[in-house]
Each structure stands twice: as structure tokens, then as C-alpha cells.
């Protein structure tokens, strides 16, 4: 596998990523709100946030922290989840300012972005395993001649 190879095939990694990272983020969310009501029963916690720490109770300061660990994790999750979105962004703007034609876009689209098989992107694209080692070529081409020209 090329370095083009590796760099197209971060955008399935990255898509599969986010959906991971979707999950991980709905259920912290849930936490998040779980424990934000569960402190708000307790205390009047909009209240104890405005108090200067010196004036908390230990009670209410060890809400505050658990809230913090809470949205912290919320947080985390949302940067990975940009980083990803970053990741498949920077691919697909390399790829189109590779300015491939029609069969080279489908080849990559079928192999790295959907992940199909070469035999089951050859079908796809109505073509012989043989001629979609030429298209490969040529697009894979395109997009390191891009990546070069890339800071």
C-alpha cells in the first residue's frame, strides 16, 4: 500500500471513528445531564457556581467537580469528533483539487471512502481488474502529484 493509499484510506478509518464517537457522545451527554439533575436536586446548583469557591460547601464543591468531569468528557469527544471531521475534509478537498475523471472519483470513492474490494469496485465500474489497475494508477497519481504541491 502507497502513502496515498494510507492517506485516502484515513477517511473510512475516520468515518467509522465518528460513528464511534457519536455513541460515546450521546451516552455522555446522558451523564452529563443524569448528574447535572441529580446535583440540581441536591443543591441549587446555577447558585453555587456564581459562589466564589472560598464560600462553597464541600458538598457543593464536589458537585462542581462532578459536573466538570462530566462535561469534560462531552468536550473531549466533540474535539476527536472535529479532529475526524478535519481528517476526511483535508482528503476529500486533496482529492478534488486532483481534478480526477469520472471512473478515477467512482474508484476512489468505491475503494477508500465505501471500501470495497478491487473485484467488487471492477463490477461496480463495469470494468476488468486489469483496466482498474490503470485507473488506480493514474488517479493515485493525480492526488500525489496534489499532495506534493500540498505545504
Do not use: W
Amino acid at each position: 500500500m502507497t502513502d496515498t493509499e494510507i492517506y485516502l484510506s484515513e477517511v473510512l478509518e475516520a468515518e467509522r471513528e465518528i460513528r464511534r464517537k457519536e455513541v460515546d457522545l450521546r451516552n455522555a451527554q446522558l451523564e452529563y445531564n443524569a448528574a447535572y439533575e441529580n446535583q440540581s436536586r441536591s443543591i441549587n446548583f446555577d447558585v453555587v457556581v456564581q459562589k466564589h469557591h472560598s464560600k462553597r460547601s464541600p458538598t457543593e464543591e464536589a458537585a462542581i467537580i462532578i459536573i466538570d468531569i462530566y462535561r469534560a468528557r462531552v468536550d473531549d469527544i466533540e474535539k476527536d469528533l472535529n479532529i475526524c471531521r478535519a481528517i476526511i475534509a483535508d482528503v476529500q478537498q486533496t482529492v478534488l483539487k486532483a481534478a480526477l475523471c469520472g471512473r478515477e472519483r467512482e474508484y476512489i470513492e468505491l475503494m477508500y471512502y465505501k471500501g470495497y474490494s478491487a473485484k467488487k469496485t471492477a463490477q461496480l465500474l463495469f470494468c476488468s481488474e486489469r483496466t482498474l489497475t490503470r485507473i488506480r494508477e493514474k488517479a493515485l497519481n493525480k492526488i500525489e502529484a496534489v499532495r506534493k504541491k500540498s505545504p
